[in-house]
C-alpha cells in the first residue's frame, strides 16, 4: 500500500516551491530528514541527484541518495516533481522507492500532496515490519511534516516553535491524562478513600448516595483521562480541566476547607492541573497535526 498526504496551504505559490524545493528550507520542516544535500548536475537538463540523513538518536544515523526532476508551469496550470530515491545501508529498511509531489492551485490556495512507495529489505521479516510498523510511522510523519510546513507558511510559526510546541503538548496532555486516570481510578473506584466521601457528604450528598455518586465521578474523571489522549489535537477536554478545577476548589473550599492544610490537598493538585490546562490550550494551536491532512487519493488523478 503506497503513501498519499494532501494538505491546503493558503500560501503563495512561489513561497510554497521554495520551501520544498530548497534542500536548506525542506530539512526544516520535514520530519523525516535531518540533512539534504544536492549534488552535482551531469547536464543542465538532467535531474537533480541528492544525499539526505536521517538521524535515529544514540548516534546511530541512516543516509540515502535519490534523485529528482521538478517542472513547473504545466499546461494545466500545475507542477510537479518526481523523484527517486534509495538506501544502501543495511540498517534501512527502504531498499528504493518512487513518488512524487504535486502543487495544485486552486481558489481557496495550492493543493499540495505527495505520493511515494518503495521497496524493503529483509525478505519477509522486513515487508511484515513495514507494514505493521513502519508504513504507518512514515505516513504519520509525513502528514506531520506537511501540516508544520502549513503552520510556518500561513501561521508564521518556525519549524522549530513547532516541534517545541508539540513537545510541550505531549507533556502536558500525558500528564493531565495521568492525573485523571489515577485520581478517577485509585482513591474514588478501588480504595474509594474516607477523604473522598466526607467530602461529598460535607457537600451536602445524602450518605446512601455518596457510593453511587463517587463511582460516577471517578467514571467521568476516567473518561476525561481517555478523551484527553483520543481528542489529541482538541481543545475541548483541556478547556474541561481548566474550567473544572476553579470550580472544584471552591467547593472544596466552601464546605471541606480543612483539607487544605493537609501535606497533599485540593488547592495544589488543582492548580497544578489548571496550569497544565492552560499550558495546553496556550500551544496548542502551534502544534502540528497528522489529522489536517487527507491520507486517501481524491477520485480525480492528482
Not at 518503495?118 to 522486513?126: D, I, K, N, Q, V
Not at 489515577?182 to 460535607?202: C, F, N, T
Not at 489529541?232 to 467547593?251: E, G, H, N, Q, V
Not at 489548571?274 to 480525480?300: K, M, N, Q, T, W
Request: charged share 20%.
Amino acid at each position: 500500500m503506497s503513501v498519499y498526504v494532501e494538505i491546503l496551504l493558503r500560501a503563495p505559490f512561489e513561497a510554497i516551491w521554495s520551501h520544498t524545493q530548497t534542500p536548506g528550507l525542506h530539512e526544516r520542516w520535514d520530519l523525516r530528514f535531518s540533512q539534504i544535500d544536492y549534488l552535482p548536475k551531469t547536464g543542465p537538463d538532467a535531474p537533480q541527484r541528492f544525499r539526505y540523513t536521517t538521524r535515529m538518536g544514540f548516534g546511530l544515523h541512516i543516509s540515502g541518495q535519490g534523485e529528482t526532476l521538478g517542472q513547473r508551469d504545466l499546461a494545466d496550470g500545475t507542477a510537479t516533481s518526481a523523484l527517486k530515491f534509495g538506501s544502501d545501508e543495511p540498517l534501512s529498511i527502504i531498499r528504493e522507492g518512487s513518488g512524487y509531489w504535486k502543487y495544485i492551485p486552486t481558489i481557496e490556495g495550492v493543493r499540495f500532496l505527495t505520493w511515494y512507495d518503495y521497496r524493503t529489505r529483509f525478505g519477509a521479516a522486513g515487508a511484515l515490519c513495514d507494514r505493521l510498523v513502519f508504513r504507518p510511522l512514515i505516513g504519520w510523519a509525513t502528514a506531520w511534516s506537511f501540516d508544520r510546513l502549513r503552520l510556518w507558511l500561513e501561521e508564521r510559526v518556525e519549524p522549530a516553535l513547532a516541534l517545541r510546541n508539540a513537545v510541550i503538548h505531549f507533556v502536558a496532555r500525558v500528564a493531565l491524562s495521568g492525573i485523571f486516570a489515577y485520581q478517577g481510578l485509585v482513591p474514588k473506584l478501588i480504595v474509594r478513600h474516607w477523604d473522598e466521601l466526607s467530602m461529598l457528604r460535607a457537600a451536602g450528598i445524602p450518605a446512601t448516595f455518596t457510593a453511587a455518586v463517587l463511582s460516577a465521578l471517578g467514571i467521568a474523571e476516567i473518561a476525561l483521562a481517555v478523551a484527553l489522549l483520543v481528542s489529541w489535537s482538541r481543545s475541548w477536554p483541556a478547556w474541561i480541566c481548566a474550567i473544572a478545577m476553579p470550580i472544584a476548589t471552591t467547593m472544596v473550599a466552601l464546605h471541606s476547607p480543612m483539607f487544605f492544610k493537609a501535606a497533599f490537598n485540593p488547592f495544589s493538585l488543582n492548580l497544578a492541573v489548571a496550569a497544565l490546562a492552560a499550558i495546553d490550550l496556550i500551544v496548542l494551536p502551534g502544534v502540528p497535526s497528522a489529522a489536517r491532512c487527507l491520507r486517501r487519493a481524491r477520485s480525480e488523478k492528482p
